[in-house]
């Protein structure tokens, strides 16, 4: 089974800072992996996904993340942090194969506070 | 965001009460899902549902009752609750269940059980 760990609970950069936020997963094959952000109060809106290709990915509201298979990672990045980026992070894997074997796993989650 | 939208946004409801969440979806998406979100732990796949039939049922208390009348639309009667069930319910949905199929979200009712 797959399983996705983000190790950082919580993060705190000033605004205009660049963000890295951790993302690792373990499944024996090539995963799907997403990217989510939650405003409180508020659902989980996608940021981004890697399927195949690229490792390096493009997201919404200027962020990135990249595929490192060898460290099984797929950390999200922003070159510079604005205030209205604080919310919760998720990442998730969906692996499994086709049909009812597919499942979506999320992390724990890491949630961002962004000083003035 | 409008493609998946939940009522109602919040609800009390005593341990013995009945209610019903509602779910839609504007997506033209054929696989919808509940999740529940608990303070402190991951999200929890709780249904799934493609072209209308159950195809997951993780181990959801019988309490929790899905139904799914079309693909548009996805309910969850709620009967006899306790106070660990109170949480964020998120619905979702997608093109399809399986595969490389994102996954979109509504903004979930938050339900306390008292």
């Known amino acids: 089974a797959q399983s996705v760990t983000q190790p950082d609970i919580h993060i705190t950069v000033s605004e205009g800072a660049s963000l890295e936020l951790r993302c690792n997963y373990s499944y024996g094959a090539t995963p799907y992996l997403f990217w989510y952000v939650q405003s409180p109060g508020q659902g989980l809106q996608l940021l981004l996904k890697?399927?195949?290709?690229?490792?390096l990915v493009q997201g919404i509201k200027g962020f990135e993340a990249e595929f490192k298979r060898s460290q099984s990672s797929f950390n999200l990045r922003k070159p510079s942090v604005h205030w209205s980026d604080a919310a919760e992070y998720f990442c998730a894997v969906g692996a499994g194969g086709g049909g009812s074997n597919y499942k979506l796993t999320f992390g724990k989650g890491t949630l961002l506070t962004v000083n003035p | 965001e409008t493609g998946v939208t939940q009522t109602p946004r919040h609800l009390v409801m005593g341990m013995t009460n009945k209610k019903s969440l509602k779910c839609e979806q504007h997506?033209?998406?054929?696989?919808m899902y509940w999740y529940k979100q608990s303070a402190k732990k991951p999200l929890e796949l709780m249904f799934v549902y493609n072209f209308k039939e159950q195809t997951e049922n993780n181990s959801v208390p019988s309490r929790f009752s899905p139904e799914c009348p079309n693909s548009s639309h996805l309910f969850l009667h709620l009967h006899t609750l306790q106070p660990e069930d109170s949480a964020l319910y998120l619905c979702a949905s997608s093109r399809e269940s399986g595969g490389r199929r994102e996954q979109y979200f509504g903004p979930g009712t938050r339900l306390t059980v008292t």
């Open positions: 890697y399927f195949s290709g690229d490792t």
């Open positions: 997506l033209g998406h054929n696989a």
